[in-house]
């Protein structure tokens, strides 16, 4: 079965400066997918970005990136920049091969972001 | 270029009444996906379909139906609704391959059984 975990319920930073959020997985499978969404207040599901597990390069979507050790499990999302519209929830969820690609979610992390 | 469709957007039930959660795709997409979020926390997968005809439980399925008949359609049936049922709904697509862009969700249906 396939686990995530975000550890941080919430965070804080400053406007302008990066911040990381946490997220391991557990699964056997050796071909899986990691995922990062945005939800914020209005409770749409924003996707910001993606990595394989065979990707050889961590993941970047603009002032996004995604810190991926796999020997560790862990897939972090690292904000550059911060700016007040990244106040909201952040998701860090996973798919595996074999599977229809449905998507097992952590608890999240609710990211507030001060002026 | 819709997306995923969904509605209600809101809704309010009775204990005891059934509805039905429309939720629609014009992507072409195979796979569907009916997900549930209880405050503060992530989604949980209800029910999910592969294609036409096919349909699976996911971690949450008691309470609740599906149906799949056409590529596009893929409705949520609450029967006898509880205020455990009480959430918000997601649907979602996704096409076959690998990659996240393509994975696409609905706006949400905010349901509440009293």
């Known amino acids: 079965a396939q686990k995530i975990t975000q550890t941080q319920p919430g965070m804080f930073v400053q406007e302008k400066e990066a911040v990381t959020l946490d997220c391991t997985y557990d699964?056997?499978?050796?071909?899986?997918?990691l995922f990062w969404y945005k939800q914020p207040s209005s409770g749409e599901m924003i996707f910001l970005i993606y990595q394989g597990s065979y990707d050889q390069q961590n993941a970047t979507e603009g002032r996004y990136s995604l810190n991926f050790q796999k020997a560790r499990k862990s897939a972090n999302l690292v904000i550059s920049a911060s700016q007040l519209g990244d106040s909201a929830m952040y998701f860090c969820a996973m798919t595996y091969s074999g599977s229809a690609r449905q998507l097992t979610f952590g608890s999240g992390t609710q990211l507030t972001v001060l002026p | 270029n819709a997306g995923v469709t969904q509605t209600p957007k809101f809704r309010i039930l009775k204990i005891g009444q059934s509805m039905t959660l429309q939720c629609a795709q014009d992507?072409?997409?195979?796979?569907m996906y009916w997900y549930r979020q209880d405050p503060g926390m992530g989604l949980k997968l209800i029910y999910y379909?592969?294609?036409?005809?096919?349909?699976d439980k996911g971690e949450v399925p008691n309470g609740y139906n599906v149906s799949r008949s056409t590529t596009e359609d893929f409705p949520l049936r609450l029967e006898l609704a509880a205020p455990s049922q009480t959430s918000v709904y997601f649907c979602?697509?996704?096409?076959?391959?690998?990659?996240?862009?393509?994975?696409?969700f609905g706006s949400g249906t905010r349901l509440t059984v009293v």
């Open positions: 379909s592969v294609g036409a005809g096919i349909t």
């Open positions: 992507m072409n997409h195979n796979y």
């Open positions: 699964t056997s499978d050796p071909s899986y997918g």
């Open positions: 979602a697509s996704s096409y076959q391959g690998q990659g996240g862009s393509g994975y696409t």
